[in-house]
């Protein structure tokens, strides 16, 4: 392996600062840059597709990723969308089962990828990414299961409510302050609701004081109590 360059400098600086891998020193994750390829892509473009074998596994390092899954009739639902520091294929190549969801560019995007040997070796020899890759992993399993329960028995609130959340990177228990890089559309995808119900539940959380929204792809959390509260609902 070669001297770190700049270009890795700044994925790992990067990487570091989406609040992700803060707690991972910065020259493990130029170690672990060092070993992936870095790879830039073009909104829909494919990054994996469902059903393929995990080869695999990736980080964000920016940009976004949306994570789609078809149905037996077809039908295709919006999982999630993957922001920067977020991982995607790991759990899958970790446990050698199908991709259960097809991962497409959103908006311009920077990947580190590293092939399956390559990344458990990585995991073998820096006991920090194992355990941060770990809880990344738990964290997106629970983010999953709460939002696919939302959506047949949440209230439209709640739904919202937990897909900004998510979006954020937190949960009802440990809500906080923060502005949120997504915009009504992709609520709208991983809330399962239509574009016009997203923007008049902001529009009554805005007069309410509880979000903020006066970008069209970002809204920030004002009151995460209150938020919190329509997510337990």
Not at 75 to 94: D, F, K, P, Q, S
Not at 110 to 129: H, I, S
Not at 167 to 191: F, K, N
Request: glycine fraction near 6%.
């Amino acid at each position: 392996m070669g001297p770190t360059t700049p270009a890795t400098r700044h994925a790992a600086k990067a990487l570091a600062a989406s609040g992700h891998w803060d707690a991972i020193p910065l020259q493990t994750l130029e170690r672990a840059l060092d070993a992936a390829a870095i790879i830039t892509l073009r909104p829909g473009q494919k990054v994996f597709h469902q059903g393929d074998e995990a080869e695999g596994a990736y980080v964000v390092i920016s940009g976004r990723l949306r994570l789609e899954q078809a149905s037996a009739s077809g039908e295709n639902t919006v999982l999630r969308y993957v922001g920067a520091g977020e991982i995607a294929a790991i759990l899958a190549a970790l446990q050698a089962i199908p991709l259960p969801a097809t991962a497409t560019v959103a908006n311009d995007a920077v990947l580190a990828y590293w092939p399956l040997p390559v990344f458990q070796g990585l995991m073998q020899k820096e006991p920090l990414l194992s355990m941060q890759v770990a809880r990344l992993a738990g964290r997106r399993i629970v983010q999953l299961q709460m939002l696919l329960r939302q959506r047949t028995e949440g209230t439209v609130e709640s739904r919202i409510a937990v897909a900004l959340l998510h979006a954020a990177g937190q949960e009802d228990d440990d809500a906080h302050a923060a502005t949120v890089a997504i915009s009504r559309r992709e609520l709208a995808d991983v809330a399962g609701v239509s574009i016009y119900t997203i923007s008049r539940t902001l529009t009554q959380w805005q007069r309410a004081g509880i979000v903020d929204a006066p970008r069209r792809r970002a809204v920030a959390i004002l009151k995460p109590d209150r938020l919190a509260r329509f997510a337990r609902s």
